[in-house]
């Protein structure tokens, strides 16, 4: 495998953006299914982010395998902002905020959205709860706050 990926963190690296690649995919076709309310977008963003994060634990354990690793941060960052982009996209018609406003809340969405699923995930919290916790999170971030 080294000769392949060259070491463990390319080994690992290369893992993680396979990972990535089948969360974002999962969630682009809920979207391409998703009724055209903003709820039904809302609980399928979250429905299919909690999917991934219980259906992948694996993710958080090889990001977690690469912390400190000045590669895997910038990889990492590369893959929120898609992720993010891709949630704000999908949003974008059912808002009142400009795209880069939209864009910022759900980089604070997708902060709790992992909160979240670590609950989840220790088992201090239910995949339903969790959904409809982010699907309201999700709901309140659309609109710009009365008086600005």
């Known amino acids: 495998m080294y ?4 070491t463990r963190p390319g080994l ?5 953006r396979r990972l990535d690649e ?6 682009a076709q809920a979207l391409q ?3 055209p309310t903003a709820d039904e977008v809302a609980r ?11 259906d ?3 993710l958080a354990a090889v990001s977690a395998a690469l912390k400190g690793n000045p590669e895997m941060e910038a990889v990492q960052r590369e893959m929120l902002d898609r992720y993010t982009d891709l949630v704000a996209v ?21 902060g709790a959205a992992e909160a979240v699923a670590a609950e989840l995930n220790q ?4 995949a339903d709860d969790a959904v409809a916790t982010l699907t309201d999170l999700i709901m309140g971030s659309l609109n710009t706050p009365a008086g600005r």
Do not use: K, N
């Not at 974008?92 to 997708?110: D, I, N």
């Not at 088992?123 to 239910?126: I, Q, V, W």
């Open 3 to 6: 000769d392949h990926f060259g």
């Open 56 to 58: 992948m634990p694996e």
């Open 22 to 27: 089948r969360h974002r995919a999962a969630i």
């Open 12 to 16: 690992l690296l290369a893992l993680y």
């Open 44 to 54: 399928l963003i979250s429905t299919a982010y909690f999917a991934c994060a219980t």
């Open 33 to 35: 299914e998703a009724e």
């Open 123 to 126: 088992g201090r919290a239910s």
């Open 90 to 110: 999908a949003l974008l018609q059912h808002s009142g905020l400009t795209p880069e406003a939209l864009r910022l809340r759900c980089v604070g969405v997708l």
